[in-house]
């Protein structure tokens, strides 16, 4: 068995809302989503993201331990964003590849990026 | 290299496509097994010429390949920082030739491995290029080099593609399996396109002089009849032998037999054709037509288009209507200006100059194509506009990719000059 993560990427227009305060809610679509690959034993995990708009950029400059510098608002604005992810257990790519369809951003106007997990070092 | 030798190679080469199939299950890795080849290859090209070619060349081949392996295995398994690796999936067997001989199974399994071969080089998650370069490599076991040439780039750069799409199936888990039948409509195509892409590599060498040193064409219909005998009965594949079949009949009247420049269709002189590979092709494709229940796919498509012409007394004497009829129906399965521009040349033939010209102005997108501006140097000249017939094949000149494309532009563009001196 193969871990992957699921990335659900979004389009930027429907997801940066001018409501910045709103909490983004996934819609039913991911619930059954969910409820299907748990039950199917291949879900491991998982988390949503809020929108760009409450992001904060971190980096340290002058190497490790200088200034760390804070900004609003994500590295770069981008046509689809980073919306979460889901963790899926499968067999082989194919296997992961029909869970991932079955993602709601994959046919509703956004994508979903398969990445194999690098395991742990023991 | 002198004939005997030639088919040494030959026979190393494909033998030793099916051995890699089958170690690549046995091992579950494609660079393993293809490392493994490799050598058993060098081996055999060292052995075989004083002590004789063995009865059975790819069980000799896979009990070498496989000791390799095992060597490979050991060596990693030695090094200290890979000690995990020791206990790991891997097994470092006995080297007894008893199990090495059970590794030899019946033609069935050898028929399997070869298809999870294919499918896997041929996976929708690699690039289009990868999976052409990879198909060349493990089924058709060219080397490296001669695939860097082919694609136009230095060999470490195709070296470096090559890992990397191996690098891709382990790390990703593309599967080592054939599709399902449920899954086969879907993944069929993919690999219909990597034996349709060696083979239109085949008349268009994207660049460089000479016709490439790969004989694509003749690696595209091996290619296909594997896929015919491994899948009996599949429609397209059919109806895909039957096409590459037809343009392999051409290829003693494509060229000039002095400077090797190319010679268009309707100038071959068909009487050089390969009449009997015409007959093999028309069966192959009548026996698509009974098999997809009235429903072409593309390449049978293609294949009911290149008959037309296979079967035509002359240029003149075509039967164009049915050609423009044909392009029609494939243009609505298939996207693509190449499609689009051989439609309105029919439609030169069928209907006239004027009708190809407005249909070669229709078509958005091939400003860079030489065979767009040559066509319609073609329709204008045609119609007496020879200023701009002349201008159009200038510009057709300066994009042709090969120096023989250029040359035959040329020698149209002064028979038009000459004209109207």
Do not use: F, N
């Given at each position: 068995m193969a871990l992957y993560a699921a990335l659900v990427y979004l389009p930027a227009d429907e997801y940066?809302?001018?409501?910045?305060?709103?909490v983004h809610r996934p819609s039913d679509g991911y619930e059954v989503f969910a409820a299907d690959a748990g039950a199917a034993g291949v879900l491991k995990g998982g988390q949503g993201l809020y929108p760009p708009a409450m992001a904060t950029t971190i980096t340290v400059s002058?190497?490790?331990?200088?200034d760390v510098i804070v900004t609003d608002g994500p590295y770069a604005e981008a046509k689809?964003?980073?919306g979460g992810y889901f963790l899926l257990e499968a067999a082989d790519l194919d296997e992961a590849t029909k869970w991932a369809s079955r993602i709601p951003a994959s046919w509703a106007g956004g994508k979903v990026e398969l990445r194999p997990i690098v395991p742990m070092q023991e | 290299m002198t004939e005997s030798a030639r088919q040494l190679a030959e026979t190393i080469r494909v033998a030793g496509a099916s051995v890699l199939a089958t170690l690549t299950r046995t091992f579950g890795s494609l660079q393993l097994a293809e490392d493994a080849v490799q050598e058993a290859a060098l081996a055999a090209l060292r052995t075989w010429p004083s002590g004789?070619?063995?009865?059975?060349p790819r069980a000799w081949l896979l009990v070498t390949a496989r000791n390799k392996a095992y060597d490979v295995l050991r060596r990693e398994a030695a090094r200290p920082a890979k000690e995990a690796f020791s206990g790991g999936q891997c097994q470092i067997g006995p080297d007894t030739a008893q199990e090495a001989l059970s590794m030899l199974e019946p033609d069935s399994a050898v028929r399997d491995d070869m298809l999870r071969l294919i499918f896997t080089c041929c996976?929708?998650?690699?690039?289009p290029e990868a999976r052409v370069a990879l198909s060349l490599r493990?089924?058709?076991?060219?080397d490296v080099a001669a695939i860097a040439r082919a694609f136009g780039v230095p060999e470490p750069t195709m070296a470096k593609r090559l890992v990397r799409a191996r690098q891709k199936i382990a790390t990703a888990r593309i599967p080592y399996k054939v599709p399902d039948d449920a899954e086969l409509p879907e993944r069929l195509p993919a690999v219909l396109s990597v034996v349709y892409l060696i083979a239109t590599e085949a008349h268009s060498?994207?660049?460089?002089?000479?016709?490439?040193?790969?004989d694509y064409e003749t690696e595209a219909v091996r290619l296909a009849r594997l896929l015919c005998e491994l899948m009996p009965g599949e429609p397209e594949i059919l109806g895909l032998l039957a096409l590459l079949l037809f343009s392999f009949a051409r290829r003693p009247a494509?060229?000039?037999?002095?400077?090797?420049e190319p010679v268009l269709l309707r100038d071959?002189?068909?009487?050089?054709?390969?009449h009997a590979m015409i007959a093999e092709a028309t069966s192959l494709l009548a026996e698509a037509v009974r098999r997809s229940s009235g429903v072409a796919g593309p390449y049978q498509l293609q294949a009911h288009l290149s008959a037309c012409h296979s079967t035509a007394p002359s240029w003149a004497d075509t039967d164009w209507t049915r050609i423009v009829a044909l392009y029609e129906l494939l243009l609505e399965v298939t996207e693509g200006g190449a499609v689009r521009l051989n439609w309105a040349i029919a439609l030169g033939e069928a209907e006239g100059a004027g009708a190809m010209l407005r249909a070669l102005d229709g078509i958005?997108?091939?400003?860079?194509?030489h065979l767009w501006h040559a066509a319609r140097a073609d329709a204008l000249g045609r119609l007496g506009r020879s200023e701009e017939a002349a201008a159009a094949l200038r510009t057709a000149i300066d994009l042709a990719p090969t120096a023989p494309e250029r040359r035959l532009l040329i020698v149209r563009l002064s028979s038009i000059v000459d004209d109207h001196i």
């Open positions: 940066w809302t001018d409501r910045p305060e709103q002058g190497g490790k331990g200088g689809e964003v980073l | 004789g070619i063995p009865d059975d996976h929708p998650a690699l690039a493990t089924l058709a076991g060219l060498p994207s660049s460089g002089d000479a016709v490439t040193r790969i494509r060229t000039s037999s002095r400077g090797g071959q002189d068909r009487s050089t054709w390969d958005a997108g091939l400003e860079r194509s």
